[in-house]
């Protein structure tokens, strides 16, 4: 049995989107912790470890284990804290487990890519990302939480999943920039794709962008943020890009996932669509989410490559400042949009006025709203000749230290 893990340690270079970058573990204590922690999910982590929750709610574990699986690798965590639940993402698979990670229900047979996730809580549901770069079809699959209730439930054939199409990925996504009549398909290698987009990953409620963070009385709205190609030769793919919906109007747009009959029923516009100038980085926004202490959006990016931005691999936007409208740099023809504010916190790069962390966070990361997060770690291991994905959420703390704000609490280190 061999054991890998990817995401110890920060200022490596930049990942790619299988996320296979691992170095080879020495020392056998770190091998004998895995070992238990995969062989064992019964056992896992939990009482001994467990960390008080000072609101008095759920005593929450510093350490969830969410197994090891025959599938890709983790894409996101979305926690329900009232159900005692969280949620893990492995690209193909979705796994539901109990605050001690024992499992308690998957979704599998998905062909295209599951990636970040978040819980409703207003509506019970789990929100996820879903690309089908080939049929050129973006979606957010729409998962019933509380039927999850068994392993291996497959994606097409129950109803326990739906889907709503987003119009405005795929019009990006097939944009024909060159103007050459080709649209050049899933390439990063073009000058082809709005803003560089590649489709979507990172997703989160939270309040209104254009607002000022206040709580309103209207719903958090689902925030979905773009991949963006890696890509050092064009200019116009410098931001993130943040697409909001509310979802209180979905329920006529879902349809059941048929993956060799793509459908496109969506809603035809946005409820708000918003720019955030980091640079490129490979992939956009793996995982968003929102921080309701801080009124924050904390954005968790694989590395840009172009020399001449910091590629920061946590950008912070300011959810207290109201986007404002003005030039979205860098685009072939001249054009407004709703520019987000980059927070004035952790490292800042004087040339390009960009600021961010170097900060895990790409594979999962949960705000707890009292300035702990749970972060997703990502490895491998080997059983039987099959090579495994592991995910954990590990729960942190954020200092706002730099370059790395966020700390792991005790009992969450090996
Ligand atoms: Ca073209
Ligand atoms: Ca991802
Ligand atoms: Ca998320």
Known sequence: MKVREKTAGRGRSSGRRTGRRGSALAGAAMVATLLGSVLMPQTASAAGDAEEDVRGGKRLPAVIDGGAWDAGHVQGMALDRKGGHMYFSFTNLLVKTDLRGNPVGSVTGFTGHLGDLDFNERDGRLYGSLEYKDAESFYIAVFDADRIDRMGIDAETSDVVSTVYLKEVVKDYTADMDGNGVFDGDTADTRDHRYGCSGIDGVAFGPDLGGRGERKRGAPLLTVAYGIYSNNARSDNDHQVLLQYDVRRWKKYERPLSESAPHTSGPAHTDGKYFAYTGN??????????????????????????????????????????????????????????????????????????????????????????????????GTVEENGVEKQTGRAVLHRWTGRTPNPLAPVRGATR
């Open 281 to 378: 980085t490979t992939y956009g926004v793996q995982n968003l989410e929102y921080d309701a202490a801080s009124r924050n959006w904390q954005l968790a990016v694989y590395e840009g490559k172009k020399p001449e931005f910091p590629n920061y691999s946590l950008f912070t936007v300011d959810g207290t400042r109201p986007a404002v409208r003005g030039p979205v740099r860098g685009q072939p023809e001249p054009e407004q949009g709703k520019l987000l504010t980059l927070a004035k916190e952790g490292l800042h790069d004087p040339a390009t006025g960009v600021r961010g962390w170097q900060a895990p966070g790409e594979y999962g990361l949960v705000s707890l709203d009292d300035g702990r997060y749970y972060v997703a770690e990502s």
